[in-house]
Each structure stands twice: as C-alpha cells, then as structure tokens.
C-alpha cells in the first residue's frame, strides 16, 4: 500500500520540478530585458560610484549570470556587471596600494611589504574581473579588432562596446599591477586599440582615440608609421572637455603615470579637476565622469602620498606637493573645535 502512494508523489513532486524549469527560462529572460533596458542606462546616469560598482556589480552578477545555465549568457548585461565588480575591487586595491605608500614614506617595511601583497591580491581579482570583461565583448558583439565593426544600434550598445574595449585594456593592465599572475593576453590591448575606429569619436568624448593613443604608448609595436599619440592624447583630451566630459583627460594622466612623465601626468590630473568641478558632463553618462575622477584621484593620492605621508588635501584635486605651500599647509588644517561644538 505504502509503494502504491509513493508512486503518486514522486510523479507530483517531478512534474513539479519540471515546471520550475520550465519557469527558469522565461524569468532569465524577463530579468535580462530590464537589467538591459532599465538597469544599465539607470547606473550609467548614476553619480553614486560606490554603490553602483560594490552594490550592482557585486550584487547582480551572480543572479544574472546564473541564468546562463537554463539560457543564453546575457553577455550584454554581464559586461555591465563585471565591469563595476572590476571597479570595486580595484578601489580596495587602491587603498592597500596607499596603505602601502604611507608605510613606506613613515619607514615602516615590514607594513608596506603586508600592504603591497594586499594590493596585488586585489589587483590579482580586479584583472580576472576584467578578463570577464574582456569575454563577455567577444561574446555579446563578436572578436574584438579582426577589422569587422559590429552593428551597433542604440547609444547604449555604443557606450557597452566602448566599455568593453576599454575594460579590456585595463584587464592588461591590472594584471600587471598583479605581477602577471592571472595571465590575461597580452595581444587584448592592441587588439581592442585597432577596434576603436568602429566608434565615433566626436559622439563618445574622444574617448575612442584616446584609449588608441594609450595603447600605443603602452604596448611597444602598436602605434602606426607617423602616430603621434601625445598629440591624438591632447586633442581627445580637449575634446572631452568641450563636451564636459573627462575621460580622455585621466587617460592622457594614466598615459603619463605609465610612461613615467610626471609633467604629463600631473596636467592630466589637473584637467580632470578642471571639467569635473565645472559640472557640465552629460547627465546620461555620469557614471563615467565619476570613474574618471576616481581614477585620477588616485594618481593624485599616490603624489601625495609618496611626498608627504597623507593623500590629497580635502577638495583639492588639481594641487600638488610644492605648488604653493601656503595654500597646501592651510588646506590640511583641521578646525578641530569646530568637530567637538
């Protein structure tokens, strides 16, 4: 008797199961439509840069990538995701990297030595991230840089495309930073720099060029017969900032960290300073004047830092160790009374 029911309930309890995968499928795609169509274009007019790579990137990735067991991977989306998990990770990199930079400028060794395989574990996870990235662009919009432009419809295709040429690049560059550990191909980079021509530059802040002058700069081989990348850098640069936006001022500033230009690098960080202060960046897009400002207070902290011990003053990006020594002196004073009343 107890066999005849048990044969009912285990019928129910498989059809139930397969209804559910049968749900799987269709909620898949239901979350992928709006994650495309209302959560993307919703992150990159948000000016919150913390919470939209430590909260949606970290937070969505694993939900939405785990439809790609029952369905096609929404690569699209995933590129979204992956690229602010990269950004968040990379910040707690940036302030083991600091940690780091303190401690040696106090002496310290032993705490810096900590400090620097900290930043590398960081760089380490940033770059795997990255070279999810990296995957996810080949996977949405087919192989980066083989000469073939993809059909790019939407300015939000556009903006993914040109954020996964240029995610990819940085994946090269984390790995660095992470001593080469994670073994992203080395070839991404020249790759995604000849692919930046399937974008419009005017259109896109001159953040296409510029990233190509980076490349060029960075990766020995890459630039063409009479490129002259500082010069493409510039004018991307100025470009940007008549458009208000300052993407292509913290790539000419990274340009000269790289290259170990402090000059260059310094007026890059100033003109980052000078277009995000002025405010007039495109609403749509202000996830990315954020990045921009990040990054390039970063670099900013790292001067400071290695010079005196604290990063840049509150509100003064843009200034520098020696600049005017009054002005940095009454920048660092704390009104302590004013804390305690």
């Known amino acids: 008797m107890a066999k005849i029911l048990r044969l009912p309930l285990i019928l129910i309890v498989t059809s139930a199961l397969g209804a559910c995968g049968l749900i799987y499928k269709?909620?898949?795609?239901?979350?992928?439509?709006?994650?495309q169509d209302e959560v993307v274009p919703h992150v990159y007019a948000s000016?919150?840069?913390?919470?939209?790579?430590?909260?949606?990137?970290?937070?969505?990735?694993?939900?939405?990538?785990?439809?790609?067991?029952?369905m096609d991977a929404p690569s699209r989306v995933l590129l979204n995701t992956h690229t602010l998990a990269g950004l968040c990770s990379e910040a707690a990199a940036q302030e083991a990297q600091l940690h780091f930079d303190r401690a040696l400028h106090?002496?310290?060794?032993?705490?810096?030595?900590?400090?620097?395989?900290?930043?590398?574990?960081?760089?380490?996870?940033t770059a795997e991230r990255r070279l999810k990235v990296y995957h996810d662009t080949e996977n949405a919009?087919?192989?980066i840089g083989?000469?073939?432009?993809?059909?790019?419809?939407?300015?939000?295709?556009?903006?993914?495309?040109?954020?996964?040429?240029?995610?990819?690049?940085?994946?090269?560059?984390?790995?660095i930073r992470a001593g080469s550990s994670v073994g992203v191909p080395q070839d991404i980079a020249a790759r995604?720099?000849?692919?930046?021509?399937?974008?419009?530059?005017?259109?896109?802040?001159?953040?296409?060029?510029?990233?190509?002058?980076?490349?060029?700069?960075?990766?020995?081989?890459?630039?063409?017969?009479g490129a002259q990348p500082w010069q493409q850098l510039k004018a991307a640069a100025d470009?940007?900032?008549?458009?208000?936006?300052?993407?292509?001022?913290?790539?000419?500033?990274?340009?000269?960290?790289?290259?170990?230009?402090?000059?260059?690098e310094r007026d890059g960080i100033r003109e980052v300073a000078k277009i995000y202060n002025a405010g007039n960046g495109p609403k749509d897009y202000r996830i990315f004047t954020q990045v921009a400002y990040r990054e390039a207070m970063f670099l900013s902290d790292e001067i400071w830092t290695q010079k005196t011990g604290q990063r840049t003053p509150f509100l003064n990006l843009g200034t520098f160790p020696g600049d005017d020594k009054k002005q940095n002196d009454d920048s660092s004073k704390v009104d302590v009374d004013s804390l305690l009343n």
């Open 146 to 175: 083989d000469g073939k432009c993809p059909t790019l419809g939407s300015d939000t295709e556009q903006m993914e495309y040109l954020t996964g040429l240029l995610t990819s690049v940085q994946a090269v560059l984390s790995d």
């Open 26 to 35: 269709p909620t898949g795609a239901v979350l992928n439509h709006l994650a």
């Open 192 to 225: 995604a720099a000849r692919a930046t021509h399937c974008l419009d530059n005017d259109k896109w802040w001159g953040v296409p060029n510029a990233l190509q002058a980076v490349v060029w700069l960075s990766v020995p081989g890459t630039a063409p017969d």
């Open 47 to 70: 000016d919150d840069l913390d919470m939209s790579a430590c909260g949606t990137g970290l937070g969505q990735t694993q939900l939405l990538g785990s439809f790609g067991r029952v």
């Open 239 to 264: 470009l940007g900032q008549s458009k208000g936006m300052p993407m292509a001022a913290m790539l000419y500033a990274e340009a000269g960290y790289g290259r170990s230009d402090p000059q260059r």
């Open 141 to 143: 919009f087919g192989k």
């Open 106 to 125: 106090a002496g310290h060794t032993t705490e810096a030595r900590d400090a620097r395989i900290q930043a590398q574990r960081l760089y380490q996870r």
